[in-house]
């Protein structure tokens, strides 16, 4: 099916690094997302973008919704150990559909 | 978070066996999901649904059916497990205000380990 093109695929940094990660499509998107897992647990919602250009932040978190539709990225500011894990992006291309479309995931690993 | 649970959370069965796993939210959403998540593969949708008594393919639904005859439950089940089916499937719901509908939270996921 239908994926994101995520990068990258993984990241390794020190701790106290800011991090950043995007996602790219050919389609258009109404809604991007932003997911983190953490071995064994399901994905936890980080941050949900619904307007082109939106900027939000959630703590140390700040995600943005391309002009185009077709990208978002995610930034982790000063890295902390408990950054450690997947992070997916999706995305929702037709309004209604509630079908998500996702990327592969960049894994994180940070050195203390 | 949201109130999504999922059980068994880990179950071994044997080849053949029908097994159901079994999707319980308490947040009233209308929409609920059923995916399937490999290494190399990312998370596939196998079955949505989008109220009582309806529901859809995804894009991996050979070999699963589902069933939703309350809101708060979602049935996935296999009716004669195979190997390749060995995978960890999550559930999700999602239908909160209308400017939120694609927006989709994931219960905590069952393994699923076929012999």
């Known amino acids: 099916g239908q994926q994101l093109n995520q990068s990258p695929q993984s990241m390794f940094i020190q701790e106290g690094e800011d991090v950043s990660m995007n996602c790219t499509s050919s389609?258009?998107?109404?809604?991007w997302l932003w997911y983190k897992q953490d071995p064994g647990e399901g994905p936890v919602l980080l941050i949900a973008l619904y307007k082109a250009g939106e900027l939000t932040s959630n703590g140390r978190l700040t995600a943005q919704f391309g002009i185009t539709r077709k990208d978002s990225f995610l930034n982790i500011s000063a890295s902390i150990p408990s950054d450690v894990g997947i992070y997916f992006c999706?995305?929702?291309?037709?309004?209604?559909?509630?079908?998500?479309?996702f990327g592969q995931g960049t894994r994180l690993t940070i050195n203390p | 978070d949201a109130g999504i649970t999922q059980s068994p959370r880990h179950k071994v069965t044997e080849t053949g066996t029908p097994v159901t796993l079994r999707c319980h939210q308490t947040?009233?959403?209308?929409?609920m999901y059923w995916y399937r998540q490999d290494p190399g593969h990312g998370l596939r949708l196998i079955h949505y649904?989008?109220?009582?008594?309806?529901?859809d393919k995804g894009e991996v639904s050979d070999g699963y059916s589902v069933s939703r005859s309350k809101t708060e439950d979602f049935l996935l089940t296999l009716e004669s497990a195979t190997s390749s089916q060995t995978s960890v499937y999550f559930c999700?719901?999602?239908?909160?205000?209308?400017?939120?509908?694609?927006?989709?939270?994931f219960g905590p996921g069952t393994r699923l380990l076929v012999l």
């Open positions: 999706a995305g929702s291309g037709i309004q209604g559909a509630q079908k998500l479309v």
């Open positions: 999700a719901i999602s239908g909160g205000t209308s400017a939120q509908q694609e927006t989709q939270y």
């Open positions: 649904s989008y109220g009582v008594k309806d529901t």
């Open positions: 389609s258009i998107f109404n809604t």
């Open positions: 947040e009233n959403h209308r929409y």
